[in-house]
């Protein structure tokens, strides 16, 4: 079956630090990767969609310069949580398209940041 | 975006007894799956069902779609105690441009 690896699982950094996500398609190929945030007993809010080789498309109300994403290959997609704040702590999920069809997508285990 | 919704949005039952969760959707799609999360942890990729299939078994697990009816819904047969957590059901639209994932999920609790 298709898998999805995000790396780390979790992670604590300091106020005004950037932490880098990574999101892996481990057996197939990825045209479209999507990051979703989720806050606490609350469904996931799509942050962005990104396709290989140009740049993502950012939701309304989302910085871009906050959140880069970079999608640099079929198989990894990378969001950079730049000067991280308190409030940037969250729960962070990835998804991943098939190359051949993009009629599958499948979600990464995840991401928390803790910003303290 | 977000054009759906579970419901019911919590359900609380014995262990033993089945548990049913519906999912709602606005487009067209070509596919639909449904996840589980358990709290505070990741999603776990439990079925996926094609928009050309009615219905569609793994184990305990019991996915339909009414494709008619923009509607699916997920039957957890003997439920256990393991088996409490958060269900989603999440897809791409036919143009596979935007993946949608619906609700705040259904919160199962399974009381042993």
Redesign the interface.
């Known amino acids: ?1 298709a898998v999805v690896s ?1 790396h780390p ?1 979790w992670v604590i950094c300091k106020s005004g630090t950037s932490v880098k996500i990574e999101c892996r398609s481990l057996d197939f190929q990825a045209t ?1 990767m ?1 990051w ?1 945030r989720q806050f606490p ?6 942050m962005a ?1 990104s396709n290989e080789g140009s740049k993502a498309t950012y ?1 309304q109300g989302v910085e871009k310069d906050k959140f880069l994403i970079n999608h640099a290959s079929l198989t990894l997609s990378t969001l950079t949580v730049t000067s991280a704040h308190p409030e940037d702590s969250s ?1 962070y ?1 990835c ?1 991943a ?1 098939r190359h051949e ?10 991401t ?1 940041l803790t910003v303290v | 975006s977000q054009q759906g919704e579970e419901d019911p949005q919590a359900l609380s039952i014995q262990e033993g007894e089945n548990a049913t969760m519906n999912c709602s959707y606005k487009t067209s799609i070509n596919n639909l799956q449904w996840y589980r999360q358990n709290s505070g942890r990741g999603l776990v990729h439990l079925i996926l069902i094609r928009s050309n299939e009615r219905e569609k078994h793994s184990g305990r697990l019991r996915v339909t779609l009414d494709t008619s009816k923009k509607s699916s819904s997920l039957l957890i047969t003997a439920s256990r105690a393991a088996d409490t957590a958060s269900y989603f059901c999440a897809t791409l639209d036919q143009t596979g441009a935007n993946n949608l994932f619906f609700g705040t999920g259904t919160r199962l609790t399974v009381i042993p």
């Open positions: 079956g995000q699982s479209t999507f979703y007993k609350q469904s996931l809010m799509l969609t939701e729960f999920i998804s398209a069809s993009n009629t599958e997508a499948f979600f990464g285990q995840g928390r």
